[in-house]
């Protein structure tokens, strides 16, 4: 399940900074643009207490938590869609992301170079929104000439498609995104078969200074960016990115400590990191046992054979049954003996559609 979230925004803005702290992989931060050509993909593991739990009430040999990946990307400037600085390139590598995280500048810096010399989210965010919708754009023409000759022989799937591409033509004209627009069902099956960027689910990330993340109603920046997000129905994590790259290096005590001076009692990064696990469609399983206790990813919706062929083919293929508790009631009873006298295991079948937070176990015969 290699679903990806994409750091995107402008550069100079804190992307690959914030990409060294979620990743701690190295990437290249400069204060020049185009310092990240190449998209850097990177692990991160989901911060999740329940696991620690888990793992303190069946103290396994070893705790295995879940992971799914971030994708930095270059900065975008304008003309981006027109091929302007590497715009194709980026362009295509937001192409290839399941969701996209976007960066914007919410502090002052005189040391920072602006691509475009000053400090504006809202035109930093425009900017971006705008590349995209006219790259989507372009493409909707190309097939648009297309689709319409095929349509007028009366062929069903034209004729749908049509139909789907004269709601998002006249959107991406006045510059709003496909996301914008209803879609049944149905019509949402096409949509995907479009690949456009802007349907992809958007998560902004306010990137303040130090000294501001405490109290972070009180930069105007982010208050811009927050009214901005709410006329999209997103949602906003405000972050210190040269902050969160610092405490990424901190041992678990010293990271308490230094959250603590900040005024905070949560890093950003941990935020950020489930909200984007959330902006996928993901949510959590868990398996626990003496061998191990382990987190799994799986898509919000999936059924328990599915989810079990997340383990291995096999336990899908020869599924018969799960065994099932909610973290919550192993939590509360302490073991599954317990929540088995208390009537809390549930024995669930083909039809059962996994929850967030259920400790399963699959039973399966090949």
């Known amino acids: 399940?290699?679903?990806?979230?994409?750091?995107?925004?402008?550069?100079?803005?804190?992307?690959?900074?914030?990409?060294?702290?979620?990743?701690?992989?190295g990437a290249e931060a400069a204060n020049y643009p185009f310092a990240t050509i190449d998209p850097n993909v990177g692990m991160v593991e989901v911060p999740d207490w329940r696991l620690?739990?888990?793992?303190?009430?069946?103290?396994?040999?070893?705790?295995?938590?879940?992971?799914f990946e971030f994708t930095d990307i270059a900065g975008i400037v304008k003309g981006a869609s027109k091929g302007e600085g590497l715009g194709n390139q980026f362009l295509s590598h937001?192409?290839?992301?399941?969701?996209?995280?976007?960066?914007?500048?919410?502090?002052?810096d005189p040391n920072i170079t602006h691509v475009e010399g000053r400090v504006d989210p809202l035109e930093d965010?425009?900017?971006?929104?705008?590349?995209?919708?006219?790259?989507?754009?372009?493409?909707i023409n190309k097939r648009y000439t297309r689709v319409a000759k095929v349509a007028k022989t009366k062929d069903k799937e034209a004729v749908a498609e049509l139909a789907v591409l004269d709601k998002i033509k006249p959107a991406l004209e006045e510059g709003?995104?496909?996301?914008?627009?209803?879609?049944?069902?149905?019509?949402?099956?096409?949509?995907k078969g479009l690949f456009l960027l802007t349907t992809k689910p958007v998560l902004y990330v306010a990137n303040v200074a130090e000294d501001e993340v405490a109290d972070a109603d009180n930069n105007h920046y982010v208050q811009a960016v927050r009214n901005f997000a709410a006329s999209e129905n997103a949602e906003v994590i405000v972050v210190c990115a040269r902050?969160?790259?610092?405490?990424?290096?901190?041992?678990?005590?010293?990271?308490?400590?230094?959250?603590?001076?900040?005024?905070?009692?949560?890093?950003?990064?941990?935020?950020?990191?489930?909200?984007?696990?959330d902006l996928l469609g993901l949510a959590t399983y868990f398996t626990a046992g003496e061998?191990?206790?382990?987190?799994?990813?799986?898509?919000?919706?999936?059924?328990?054979?599915?989810?079990?062929?997340?383990?291995h083919s096999d336990f899908e293929r020869g599924f018969i049954r799960a065994e099932t508790v909610s973290f919550e009631d192993l939590n509360k009873y302490g073991n599954m003996h317990a929540a088995k006298e208390a009537g809390r295991v549930r024995l669930e079948g083909k039809d059962y559609v996994v929850q967030d937070g259920d400790v399963m176990l699959f039973r399966f015969n090949v």
């Open 52 to 67: 620690q739990r888990l793992t303190e009430l069946v103290h396994p040999k070893k705790t295995v938590p879940t992971t």
């Open 125 to 139: 965010i425009d900017t971006i929104n705008l590349e995209l919708v006219l790259a989507d754009l372009e493409s």
């Open 291 to 311: 061998q191990e206790v382990r987190a799994w990813t799986f898509r919000k919706g999936i059924k328990a054979p599915q989810a079990a062929g997340i383990i």
């Open 94 to 108: 937001i192409r290839q992301v399941d969701a996209i995280c976007h960066v914007v500048r919410c502090f002052d």
């Open 1 to 25: 399940m290699a679903l990806t979230a994409g750091i995107v925004g402008l550069p100079n803005v804190g992307k690959s900074t914030l990409f060294n702290a979620i990743t701690k992989a």
């Open 243 to 277: 902050a969160e790259e610092e405490i990424a290096e901190l041992e678990e005590e010293d990271k308490a400590e230094f959250l603590e001076a900040m005024g905070i009692e949560e890093s950003g990064l941990d935020q950020l990191i489930r909200a984007a696990y």
């Open 176 to 191: 709003r995104s496909a996301r914008s627009v209803e879609f049944t069902d149905d019509e949402q099956k096409i949509v």
